[in-house]
């Protein structure tokens, strides 16, 4: 049973950077798939952020590619989320996934989600 | 920019019919957009119900579906029960490693 569990700071402040990390269990990261994150601010709809593979080619959103950056450590199970310059707009739940991307494209194992908050 | 489009919002009675559609604001829809359909009721997490366009994920009962219609991709709810209500997204693959997500689909079952 694959299982995702993001982790991280509930509140940040504009301007700084965010950093997450999703813990992977019941299957290593090595054997292949890419890994995503997805996020939904409050009341709204869900928004792809960006994947990677383990061999470490990503793929982002254009919206969001200038502020974000994902990293795998496939030695821990490990994949992590930076967006750099925070604001208010950034306050959502984060989500990380496994995304089939090389082969039926979606999303089929979810985290529980982490909510995050930018505010002063 | 494409923007995937979704109805806002869609009512169905108990026992009833629905389909939910999911277009593109430039262009058709097919099978190569690789579309796949998410259930999310408030404060849970998203649930996969269909992938590559028609397949149904393990667990996700046959009354789902999802198929090509016209010129959208559309998730058709067969006997809508109760619990059915909920907040229905789907995906769509651009090509190229990019992949949207429509703005959602309302579902009320009343």
């Known amino acids: 049973q694959v299982q995702l569990q993001e982790s991280g700071p509930r509140l940040v402040r504009p301007s700084e950077t965010l950093s997450l990390t999703c813990d992977v269990s019941?299957?290593?990261?090595?054997?292949?798939?890419?890994w995503g994150w997805i996020r939904q601010p409050p009341g709204k709809g869900l928004e792809w952020i960006g994947s990677?593979?383990?061999?470490?080619?990503?793929y982002f959103n254009p919206s969001l590619k200038s502020r974000v950056t994902i990293s795998v450590d496939t030695s821990m199970d490990r994949f992590s989320l930076k967006v750099t310059s925070l604001t208010a707009a950034d306050t959502a739940v984060y989500y990380c996934?496994?995304?089939?991307?090389?082969?039926?494209?979606?999303?089929?194992?979810w985290g529980r989600g982490t909510l995050v908050t930018v505010s002063s | 920019q494409t923007v995937v489009t979704q109805e806002p919002s869609f009512s169905v009675s108990p026992g009833g019919t629905v389909t939910l559609t999911c277009g593109l604001t430039?262009?058709?829809?097919?099978?190569?957009?690789?579309p796949s359909w998410y259930q999310q009721t408030p404060g849970q997490t998203p649930r996969t119900l269909i992938y590559?366009?028609?397949s149904r994920s393990s667990g996700v009962p046959d009354r789902f579906s999802g198929s090509i219609l016209g010129n959208k991709a559309a998730l058709t709810i067969t006997g809508a029960q109760a619990d059915d209500e909920s907040d229905y997204y789907c995906?769509?693959?651009?090509?190229?490693?990019?992949?949207?997500f429509g703005g959602g689909t309302k579902l009320t079952v009343l």
């Open positions: 996934a496994r995304h089939e991307l090389t082969g039926s494209k979606d999303f089929g194992y």
């Open positions: 995906l769509l693959y651009l090509g190229s490693g990019i992949s949207v």
């Open positions: 590559s366009t028609s």
């Open positions: 019941g299957f290593a990261i090595s054997f292949g798939f890419y």
């Open positions: 430039s262009g058709s829809v097919s099978t190569n957009y690789y």
């Open positions: 990677i593979h383990h061999s470490g080619k990503t």
